[in-house]
């Protein structure tokens, strides 16, 4: 009953991309396009920024990219801003239990 | 617009129960699922469980089973999670938040519970 692996923190500086990893099984990230990404400043409510994979929420910025390969899922976010220093979860349904579980997070620093 | 509205901060005993109310505006609780995500002091998102949109059909996550039941008054379009046998391993901010084509797409403020004897 783990969670989805992500690695605790990346960085990069203004201007650059930087791409954050959610690892899981073929019972969830691999085998249901459910996987979803949440931006969440601290003190705040998580964000919806991807969902089912690809998509984007209106109103959320294009720079935000989710892709799926095999187990692992990942957000991309391009041209970095200071704004998008946040913790970053991502999500996906569990087939075989029914359920849905995040990842353990991802700390973003925009140096 | 869409809102959920939580109800306020808990203090509660070890070993007490903690129920939460979760009231939906601007939408039919009939219409979506509502999932309970709780967040520990500096800690990630833990999802809890999900009371389906139709028939009251319910999935809760392993590590709440036995301890956790969702229900929902539709006359009030309200949701509630109850939470049983607490510790202070469960001092937490707890979510109620809607579901979205297999998402999350809002979010209730939030209910902080403090487990303290």
């Known amino acids: 009953h783990s969670a989805l692996t992500q690695p605790a923190s990346v960085s990069g500086s203004p201007g650059q991309s930087i791409t954050i990893s959610c690892t899981g099984t073929n019972s969830d990230v691999g085998g249901h396009n459910s996987v979803s990404w949440y931006q969440q400043h601290p003190g705040k409510a998580p964000k919806l920024i991807v969902y089912e994979v690809i998509y984007r929420p209106s109103g959320v910025s294009n720079r935000f990219t989710g892709s799926k390969s095999g187990n692992t899922a990942s957000l991309t976010i391009s041209g970095l801003q200071a704004e998008d220093e946040a913790n970053y979860f991502c999500?996906?349904?569990?087939?075989?239990?029914?359920?849905?579980?995040f990842g353990g997070g991802t700390k973003l620093t925009v140096l | 617009q869409v809102q959920l509205v939580q109800s306020g901060a808990e203090v509660k005993k070890p070993g007490a129960s903690v129920k939460i109310s979760c009231k939906a505006s601007?939408?039919?609780?009939?219409?979506?699922?509502v999932h309970w995500v709780r967040q520990a002091p500096g800690q990630g998102l833990e999802w809890m469980g999900i009371?389906?949109?139709?028939?009251?059909?319910?999935d809760y996550a392993q590590n709440f089973q036995g301890r956790i039941t969702l229900t929902r008054d539709t006359s009030t379009d309200t949701v509630f999670m109850d939470l049983t046998s607490l510790t202070s391993d469960d001092t937490a901010l707890y979510y109620c938040?809607?579901?979205?084509?297999?998402?999350?797409?809002?979010w209730g403020q939030g209910t902080l519970v403090t487990v303290s004897s």
């Open positions: 999500k996906s349904y569990r087939q075989t239990s029914s359920t849905w579980v």
């Open positions: 938040a809607r579901d979205f084509a297999w998402a999350i797409d809002s």
């Open positions: 009371i389906k949109h139709s028939g009251d059909a319910t």
């Open positions: 601007g939408y039919s609780l009939s219409t979506y699922h």
